[in-house]
């Protein structure tokens, strides 16, 4: 009788686990979710005047917690989230460091336009699931671990897709578009190739956690574009208009859809031709050819906050380190003010890429240009003025070799960079402490000595 009883209980537990390998190996491209039935409380952050708040509908305005920012970028989340296994355990890593350090935004590509296997629009409007799924990963891992997401909508560059690929497609389908890939910002059906791409992310509702992408408070910011520019032999001006003209329109329409969410455009922050301060803050008289003007696009009434980014090192690259730093010195302040005086809308430094590795610089000197970010954010968070927060370029794990540049890191390699990265966390989160959710999720990262 033991033994029959036995048998029954057994019976079932294999056919259970039969059934769970015949679906693992079967239905591996289009694997079977379930919903979280519990996710953590995150608030919404808004954007007042130029600061950031962490949004508590039941407080009054002044007793908002305000919001200041130590991040970084992994733009190639979504791409290892694809398939379950050791790929989302490197995602699920990266994520869980970032909260180690006490970084609290992460940016991510949320496209891949035509490119491999892994593409999420396969053609326009029509979307890989499998892919979308690695999406759906990335945010709810962000969400689990306190990190909140800047999503890039398309790249400038033709790396994974981007402009070039919208216009391929247009091209493709018949349409009388131009062989330059600034007909993106101009073309009637390419602009209604990305609105349509911008409404299906906007109304996604996540595979595993149920919630709307428009609805998920773990998304800080939707991005319109990385790095938008201009390449063509027409004049800047024309350009410049251009692009203007697409920011005001796309600006508008992710704003329709979505009231949430902040929206920024994803500039490097060059000055146009027709700023008089082009010339003395730019790295260089190229820069403001670009067809790009950060004051101009960034003042965008549907523009929540400013984005810039800050490579002196590639865009300067014969000069010493001395007068890089200079330039990044001025660089920072002159965009802060801006942000404070000009647009009265903050500003964030959402990419910062230093060579941590170059041969050529000594070993004091190889993170001197994050420390003068870094301290030109935490001056201007003491005094509560516009410059909002800073995202390194870009923070890798072990595994992801394939997505690195030459200014990407393990961060817990370097452990000077990781020492600066978390005190940096930690200076802010001691101004604004309650404005930071990853005490309440992870362990606190600035809980006694420094590494």
């Known amino acids: 009788m033991a033994s029959d009883w036995r048998d029954k209980k057994l019976y079932p537990l294999l056919g259970i686990l039969l059934l769970s390998i015949f679906l693992y190996f079967n239905l591996g491209s289009n694997p079977i979710t379930f919903t979280i039935l519990w996710q953590s409380h995150m608030g919404f952050v808004s954007a007042n005047s130029t600061h950031f708040i962490i949004v508590n509908p039941r407080a009054p305005l002044e007793n908002q917690s305000t919001f200041y920012i130590n991040g970084w970028n992994s733009y190639w989340l979504m791409q290892e989230s694809v398939w379950a296994g050791p790929s989302r355990s ?46 759906d990963y990335v945010i709810v891992e962000a969400r689990k671990r306190g990190i909140r997401l800047i999503l890039s909508l398309v790249n400038n560059l033709s790396n994974f897709g981007g402009k070039a690929q919208y216009v391929r497609w247009a091209q493709e389908a018949g349409h009388n578009v131009s062989s330059s890939t600034d007909s993106f910002f101009s073309h009637p059906m390419i602009k209604d190739y990305y609105k349509a ?33 201009c390449s063509s032999s027409s004049s800047a001006p024309i350009l410049q208009h251009g692009v203007q003209a697409w920011l005001n329109e796309m600006a508008a329409f992710v704003k329709s859809l979505d009231q949430k969410h902040l929206v920024t455009v994803g500039l490097e922050g060059f000055y146009g031709l027709n700023t008089t301060k082009g010339l003395e803050v730019n790295p260089g008289e190229w820069a403001a050819s670009l067809g790009s003007d950060f004051i101009q696009n960034s003042a965008i009434e549907n523009i929540d906050f400013a984005s810039v980014h800050a490579y002196p090192d ?138």
């Open 197 to 229: 791409y911008v409404k299906a992310i906007l109304s996604r509702k996540n595979s595993l956690s149920g919630v709307k992408y428009a609805d998920e408070p773990a998304i800080f910011a939707w991005e319109l574009m990385n790095e938008p520019r």
């Open 314 to 451: 590639s865009w300067m690259p014969h000069d010493d380190m001395e007068a890089k730093a200079r330039f990044l010195s001025r660089w920072v302040d002159s965009h802060i003010s801006d942000g404070d005086h000009v647009l009265k809308k903050p500003v964030i430094f959402t990419e910062v890429g230093s060579l941590v590795h170059a041969d050529n610089q000594g070993l004091a000197d190889k993170d001197i240009l994050l420390k003068t970010m870094y301290e030109k954010i935490y001056e201007s968070a003491k005094k509560r003025q516009a410059g909002a927060g800073a995202l390194i370029w870009q923070l890798l794990v072990e595994g992801v070799g394939e997505y690195s540049d030459r200014f990407s890191f393990v961060a817990w390699d370097n452990p000077s960079t990781y020492k600066l990265i978390l005190k940096q966390s930690c200076r802010l989160k001691s101004i604004f402490a309650k404005s930071i959710q990853s005490r309440k999720l992870n362990k606190d990262p600035c809980s006694g000595d420094l590494p």
């Open 90 to 135: 490197r995602v699920s890593k990266m994520l869980k460091k970032g909260a180690e350090m006490g970084l609290t935004v992460c940016r991510t590509w949320a496209f891949n336009d035509g490119v491999g296997p892994n593409a999420l629009q396969i053609s326009p409007g029509v979307f890989n699931e499998r892919v979308f799924r690695g999406l």
